[in-house]
């Protein structure tokens, strides 16, 4: 690992070589069935892909302990099969790799570059709540134990409470990154977030870490993923450049939306992988409303997803967000 630099990080240009084999992944977490928003960017994900003979792995996020539903790592690759996406190798379990995570953080004390917090969450919207100058209410972490404690020792012993560890963000703090879908994009980190979580109270890695840890050590170059993800982005940039490494490209694509604009989700009715499945609904009725949604297809049911191949063009998805009506 080497020593990544300070202050304003503008990563447009500091991409993995263009003529490098396309490395991607699919990385679903475990604390819910597959619905038809997840399948369409896993789609997409498996498309950008495939469609230029690259390397697709797949990661299950699963370091979420208590949202994760027993049973949901199997149904998981239950309804990808059920698709047609495949992935290279074995399936790797991210809650397998705590010690390279572990390593990673470890790195990141020697250097300063984090430290120990004891904030509960009411605690944190208590001091968002009050008036703070230069910060947008309720939008970012206020450095309260920034400079507090020695060590997290010190932090259990005056408080009672094991800390988590939170990456410092400098006031003023901007990233910005090229995407390929939503072009140039600058985010405030200051502002959008403070100084962030990357290892929780129980010692596990949060998911901004474990995410750059792990997709550094595979060779990751591309990332595909939903738009809510941009702000995620920019942690991640400064992580890995805190790391030394290369950062991906990435393309954030629009989630799919219920008719009443908001994001697909149980009021919606029921769009899970699994109830299309036990209806006896036939996996390529789904991929052709998905191939549809992106351009692909009328509609018509898929034989496969290599059927799609052939006429994929990432530059032609479309760039608002899928409205889904509920029928399929």
């Not at 400098?170 to 977030?193: A, N, T």
């Not at 942690?235 to 908001?262: E, F, K, M, N, W």
């Not at 059927?307 to 009506?325: H, N, T």
Request: glycine share 10%; net charge negative.
């Amino acid at each position: 690992m080497l020593a990544g630099s300070r202050g304003d990080s503008d990563d447009r240009g500091m991409v993995q070589d263009v003529n490098a084999i396309p490395v991607g992944r699919l990385a679903p977490s475990p604390t819910g069935a597959l619905h038809l928003g997840n399948a369409r960017t896993f789609l997409l994900a498996w498309l950008a892909i495939r469609s230029r003979g690259g390397v697709l792995l797949l990661r299950i996020e699963d370091l979420d302990g208590p949202r994760i539903k027993k049973g949901s790592v199997e149904a998981t690759l239950e309804d990808l099969a059920w698709l047609g996406l495949d992935w290279d190798g074995e399936p790797v379990l991210q809650s397998g790799r705590i010690e390279a995570h572990t390593l990673a953080l470890e790195h990141l004390k020697a250097r300063g570059l984090v430290y120990p917090c004891v904030c509960t969450r009411s605690e944190i919207e208590r001091a968002q709540s009050a008036p703070q100058e230069g910060l947008d209410h309720g939008t970012a972490y206020p450095g309260t134990c920034r400079g507090r404690f020695r060590d997290a020792a010190e932090a259990l012993a005056a408080t009672g409470r094991e800390p988590a560890w939170r990456f410092r963000v400098e006031e003023g703090q901007e990233v910005s990154f090229e995407d390929q879908v939503h072009g140039s994009v600058r985010i405030d980190l200051s502002k959008d977030c403070g100084d962030f979580v990357v290892a929780k109270k129980d010692g596990l890695p949060a998911y901004q870490l474990a995410v750059v840890v792990d997709d550094l050590a595979f060779g990751v170059n591309e990332v595909l993923r939903a738009d809510d993800l941009l702000s995620s982005t920019a942690r991640q940039l400064l992580l890995i450049r805190a790391l030394g490494g290369q950062p991906p490209s990435y393309t954030h694509v629009p989630l799919v939306l219920g008719p009443d604009g908001r994001r697909l989700a149980k009021r919606h009715g029921d769009s899970r992988l699994a109830h299309y499945r036990n209806m006896g609904v036939p996996p390529g009725r789904v991929l052709g409303l998905l191939a549809e949604s992106l351009g692909l297809g009328d509609g018509s049911e898929v034989a496969s997803p290599q059927e799609l191949l052939a006429d994929f063009d990432l530059s032609r998805i479309p760039l608002s967000p899928w409205v889904f009506s509920g029928e399929l």
